[in-house]
């Protein structure tokens, strides 16, 4: 018998995915200003409310923004800058007179977490860095003489560099000379019950690898996996290994009850000539792909059943931001409010629409073409001996990733036999067709195979 969790896990992420269309309260979203050519508060806020998108994070506290988001029910980040840090610190006046300015004004707007400078602690600045606990401390000093403080959450901003290690993700731990100053850290958010927020990038992970194996890593797209030896699981993606290896160096350090919140995440549809990997297709590939992973439900292998909230980056381009052109390239939506490409966030739709298959285009080339699709009536199924770890993954993957599983829920045409190997062969059936039977699609870390032997048996149908 296949074990029941799974399938109940199973089960309730198609639940989800079948629902009506609605806001998700994981999807966030992250609203710079470093432009002059944005829409006005007001538009975006009705933007906003046409999407699923049901957070946004903001880098200060704009109140034309804030107000605009006032009875709309999106949740709201704001942020206190790093020159704001060491006054914060040292005057717990100024941390009363900066709640009174920017958020006590605002009582219909939904603040729900200020945070405290953004990657402080990989700064370089080492008396920021000192300052840093001392002003979140103040801030939420200032919430709670405000009646607030269960309210509006506190935390700080990271980069993945706080991370010595992160591969494989069960080694994830911390730098050590941050040493007192994240225990610290992590200590107020296990107090404050306020998350650790991670700026996560696979893009820049691919950047230092830019093999096509990475880059398919890196979009959620078929894959031979990243294998962990101490937890023996083959990690399938790269947002869930850099969640997981935040998630090990917590629980190293104490912090296994702090939530995990992802500020930012996201991949430029631009670049210059040198920033391999910067296209619209790997745009639309890693981000619709991430939204569908996290609608999925099926979380990451060391924190599953829940998805991360996560913000995406960015709402829309910023084109005053300095550097390459893929900083001002990272925009989901334009200024006159079309997409910029579609990743499945409108209301109208609840999945992001099926992606291609993209090899690593360097800005100016022309992209490869992917691999030719099978010609033939032909169907995807498990390899002979292949272990059921291996076989679970591959229908959480398969499951998790677009392919039709009611049919082997308890009532389903292929429910029976109740096995794992039997529900495994139809889900990586089910994946491969819905992925336009590309033989990528039917990798599964080298324990898959396409066969012209049509596997369906009486009742259970396998398409082709």
């Keep these: 018998m296949a074990a029941s969790p799974p399938k109940l896990l199973i089960l309730f992420c198609l639940l989800h995915l079948l629902s009506p269309s609605k806001s998700e309260s994981f999807i966030g979203v992250n609203y710079g200003q470093v432009a002059n050519n944005l829409p006005p508060p007001s538009a975006t806020a009705k933007l906003l409310q046409s999407t699923a998108i049901q957070k946004v994070r903001l880098y200060g506290a704009d109140p034309e923004i804030i ?32 709640i009174s300015a920017n958020v006590l004004p605002y009582p219909s707007s939904k603040i729900i977490l200020i945070t405290v400078g953004n990657e402080v602690l990989t700064s370089g600045d080492r008396n920021l860095m000192t300052q840093l606990l001392p002003a979140m401390q103040n801030v939420q000093n200032a919430l709670n003489g ?90 399938m993606n790269m947002f869930d290994a850099q969640l997981d290896a ?66 995406l ?61 099978a010609k033939t009536t032909s169907w995807c199924v498990p390899k002979p001996g292949v272990s059921e770890p291996q076989l679970q993954a591959n229908l959480d993957y398969a499951c998790g990733h677009g392919a039709d599983c009611r049919p082997i829920q308890p009532g389903g045409s292929c429910f029976e036999p109740n096995t794992l190997q039997s529900h495994t062969a139809y889900a990586m059936n089910m994946f491969y067709q819905a992925t336009g039977r590309n033989p990528l699609s039917c990798d599964f870390s080298q324990t898959a195979t396409i066969s012209s032997n049509n596997p369906s048996y009486s009742g259970c149908v396998y398409p082709a």
């Design 67 to 98: 107000k605009a988001l006032a009875n709309t029910g999106i949740g709201i980040i704001i942020g206190a800058a790093n020159g704001d840090i060491p006054a914060l610190a040292s005057d717990p006046n100024f941390a009363k007179n900066w």
């Design 146 to 235: 405000a009646s607030l403080g269960g309210k509006v959450k506190v935390s700080t901003v990271h980069s993945m560099a706080v991370l010595r290690q992160s591969e494989p993700p069960s080694s994830g731990s911390f730098d050590p000379s941050f040493g007192d100053l994240m225990k610290g850290i992590l200590a107020f958010n296990g107090a404050t019950a306020s998350p650790f927020t991670i700026n996560p990038y696979p893009y820049f992970a691919f950047r230092g690898d830019p093999r096509p194996e990475t880059l398919s890593f890196c979009l959620f797209l078929p894959n031979q996996g990243r294998y962990d030896p101490n937890t023996k699981i083959n990690y």
């Design 246 to 311: 935040i998630r090990s160096a917590l629980n190293a350090m104490g912090g296994n009850n702090v939530e995990i919140v992802v500020a930012e995440t996201g991949w430029p549809y631009k670049g210059d000539a040198d920033e391999v990997g910067a296209s619209v297709d790997n745009a639309r590939a890693y981000n619709g792909n991430l939204i569908k992973h996290l609608r999925s439900m099926v979380g990451t292998p060391l924190m599953p059943g829940k998805s991360v909230d996560t913000y």
């Design 313 to 373: 980056f960015a709402l829309y381009d910023e084109n005053l931001k300095p550097g390459p052109t893929s900083e001002r390239s990272f925009g989901l939506f334009k200024p006159d409010l079309s997409t910029t490409y579609d990743v499945g966030l409108s209301k109208s739709s609840n999945q992001a629409p099926e992606t291609p298959v993209p090899a690593p285009v360097t800005p100016g080339t022309a992209p490869v073409s992917p691999a030719p699709k």
